[in-house]
């Protein structure tokens, strides 16, 4: 008899933020206030045809600037310990280290086209401010790129079985995956932005 066994599943962590309640209003304002007076991340989104703002390129210090930061990455210290854990990877003396967080505003009509995180363990994205329509994330397939003769997913295809996935995330919700899983982020069909804080894990 004919077995078929699941082999290489690509995890995704999702969870509500217990913290979010008391620290979203907190957040944005300082994402605001922030993207205002960074005039080198203003330039370098203008540069690359990100329709917003980042911090991606020009700041690497949130959590000492700003405490809602300092207790964002506490957070997710605790997230990113246990999706380690739930992938079985082996630390051991060494620890998963936040090596970089940063702001992301995207405008309406704004993109984030298809990327993945090089010299990373864990990527993911922290939700704090997703307003009606706005943009959701796309996931693919890390074997996508070697289906070179494979036929299309059906449309009803469950979700681990699909080239692409589609999550609509929302405010005070985490989601992380291994850094080489590529996403993007297609236009953002809402009437304003889109507020997120992305973060990187290295070991």
């Known amino acids: 008899m004919a077995e078929i066994e699941t082999l290489f599943v690509t995890k995704l962590y999702r969870a509500p933020l217990a913290e979010a309640g008391a620290l979203n209003a907190d957040l944005l304002q300082s994402c605001r206030a922030i993207a205002e ?34 207790a964002l990455k506490k957070a997710l210290d605790k997230h990113a310990l246990a999706f380690a854990k739930a992938l079985h990877l ?33 990527s993911g994205t922290y939700y704090v401010d997703v307003p009606k329509n706005a943009s ?29 996935v589609y999550l ?15 996403h993007e982020v297609p236009m953002n069909t809402a009437r304003k932005a889109r507020v997120s804080v992305s973060f990187n894990y290295s070991w």
Request: no cysteine; hydrophobic share 40%.
């Open 168 to 182: 609509a995330p929302a405010a005070g919700e985490v989601l992380m995956w291994e850094s080489f899983v590529r």
């Open 136 to 164: 959701a994330l796309k996931l693919e397939d890390p074997r996508h790129a070697m289906m070179m003769a494979a036929p299309p997913r059906a449309e009803d295809a469950p979700l681990a079985e699909r080239s692409f």
């Open 37 to 70: 007076d960074d005039g080198a991340g203003q330039e370098w989104s203008r540069a690359h045809g990100y329709k917003g703002y980042t911090s991606y390129a020009s700041l690497n210090d949130l959590p000492v600037r700003d405490p809602s930061f300092a």
């Open 90 to 122: 082996e630390l051991g003396s060494k620890k998963l280290r936040m090596d970089l967080l940063w702001i992301n505003v995207l405008e309406p009509g704004g993109v984030h086209t298809g990327h993945i995180h090089p010299h990373s363990v864990l």
